[in-house]
């Protein structure tokens, strides 16, 4: 062990920094976190201990529920659109035929750089229900306004929105990056061997693009479930599309129930772990094929 | 040498994110002496002012910078309060002021919290503005001053009950703002167009009347008055309206929820439930565009709110300027008491070493004592349409001035309605210390109901529920 250290000790000393920051301002909130779950704190004075008592509430809690509900929405949504977006829009910014490819990936990328509370005004004011430019469509077409923030049932849908908008320009720029790197060879091969453009991407594209699509699920996944800003400043009625992290922040910094909070923090923790679990574990198995 | 260069390069980088975290909480503020232990000086200074001590000599407070939080509009105060330091540099030479406009009491509360749980307390404000139940928490916590001792003197010489909603387990952690009553603003010249009398909205059976017929006559087109689909249905039809109005209660006198059985919860919100149903209610938020709109075009008729709202009218609806007056809330038949008062209090944040408390007593005695200054500043206020509110001072609302007719409300004075509007007012709901988590879990519920996912009697149900299984008991603190 000592020669090891002695020897490695330049390695060790260059990724000293990170597992400082990591013990610091991570592993030790997170052990603390698991901890004032334990207790009745309120911010202020001493914890006190209370056993599970936190988490009992936590499963007999509806808010908890709506909100852990409306976050697995927003994942699989946010998945599947971002996912097909940015897919989508790489390829076309990486097709030869298209021109003025610089003017198009500024653009592309206008919405990520945007000041995500900012914009969120500007969605609530273009969904107002009276007044907003959404409706002000609809009418024009002859159709009913929709309540978008003061109905239960569409609430959940100008988050989606502004979440999907805001995050793809992220995903697009990672697999466009990904698509650079597959040699155009493989497609000139492709053509001469007759297949066409939808063959050459389920048969080209997709499978050279596997670790970029897996490193994007993961971070997608997490930021899913870390979803705060766009669901705060698109408030519907109730929890109607209230995410965890809100109601996890809320909990702590509205109510200052911050026992309670942590608690959600922990069962976010384990949400997490289990589903990243899952997904390097069918990784795994597909490498393994 | 390169290796060794690369391993001291990596040392220093690990040293230093150690010491980032650790350097800064014992630093001492260099210009702005908030707090520390700059300590205040005095003189031998002969000058009158208010703060003269018993010696003859005055204290002269240190350079620096006030922090005062504070919601609505509160950079109007910060007129007053540089006009009081210009007035009063033998004290405080070379004092600011700085006003932190935050979303709600909540949310100073939030601040105030988060800032002393990080342990810099050379970051908390020096005062905040505050509602009781956000003054209940910060209270218990000990990060509120105990002003009782030296509001004793001028107890007698402010509107009852001023100093009442601070008051926890016979302290007073706040110096109080303002009294002002919850009133009814209706729209005399939609009145006058649709032949109704507003002296009809004097009881709650009246009043959904008089919108009955508004709708009738308008053909649906001019609303009663809004509705929030937000929390802030609660907050103001809620809490601080009919809830008091009809006596009701969300606790008994143990703590035990009681707000699924009671008759009062059941005839205020059911009354809510009325007009709702029968379309009298323009479902629009609060205090945003579109309901200024609405009230510029005269679709809205009246609004049945704290007389705060004096403020965001005058603003916003300067195209119905003439049109609004205000009278007494209407009342339940059963109950018969107008609108609860709501109280705002200024408080001095314990902060350890606030080496402003002193200069921050001067100055709220002096903006609720001092007649000139303060009637200078309503003017510049009202020139602005700015937000100002009655004294609370029994002696300065007996000047003439409080009696002066405003434009905006078509020759009647809004400040005498005010003040009128406190008589026979309405307790308000008893505040706990879990009365920031019930407020939560209830408009949750009211919010579904406006939204139409579930009928009034569900929502109450709801409510009463989960605040068993949430809270169970609240704490009920004498």
Known sequence: MKRALKKYRAPYLFILPFFILFFVFQLVPTIWTFY?????????????????DNYRTLFV???????FRNTVIYWISGFVFIILLAILIAVLLNSEKLKGK??????????????SIAVGLIFRMLFDERSGLINEFLASLGQKRIGWLTDMSFSKVPVIILYVWRNTPWYTMIIFSGLLNISRDYYEAATVDGAGVWKQFWFITLPSLKNILFFCSITLTVDSWKMFNESYILPGPGTSNMSLFQYMYQSGFSIFKMGYASAIGVILIIILGMI????????????AL | MKRKLAVLLSAVMAGSVLLGGCGTTGDMQKSTGSTGSAASKTTASQTKSSGTTAAGSKQVYPAGTITIYGTGQPQYLKEYFDA??????????????????TESYAKSREKISMTSVSGKAEDLPDATYLDPVNIMDLSQAGLLKDETEYLKPFVSQMVDGAATDATVSGKTYGLPSSVRPNVLFYNKAIFDKYGIDPATMNTFDGYIKAGEDLKAKSSGTVYLSYISPSSKTWRYWGRRGMMPQANAKIWDDSGNVVIGQDAGTKLALGTLDKMYKEGLLLKSEIMEPALYDAINSQQVATFYIGAFWDEFLRKNCQKTSGQWRVMSSPVFDSVGKAGAPVSLYFCIVN?????????LEKMWHDFHFDTKSRNEWVDSMEKQNAPYANPISLEMLKDEFWTKPSDYYGGQSFRKAEGDCLKNSAANLVITPQDAEADTIISTELEAYIAGNQTLDQAIANMDKNLK??????KIIK
């Open chain 1, 36 to 52: 004032i779950s334990l207790t009745n704190w309120k911010g202020l004075g001493t914890p006190e201990f209370c056993g599970f």
């Open chain 2, 84 to 101: 009081w330091l210009d007035r009063n540099r033998d004290i405080a030479p070379d004092v600011k002021i700085e006003i932190v406009q």
């Open chain 1, 276 to 287: 990243s679990f899952v997904q390097f574990s069918v990784r795994k198995k597909q490498m």
């Open chain 1, 61 to 67: 809690d509806n808010m908890f529920w709506d909100s």
């Open chain 2, 469 to 474: 299984s949430k809270i169970g008991k609240a």
């Open chain 1, 102 to 115: 610089v003017f198009y990936k500024t653009v592309t990328f206008l919405p990520y750089v945007c000041a």
């Open chain 2, 351 to 359: 902060k350890g070493k606030n080496v402003y408390a002193g200069l």
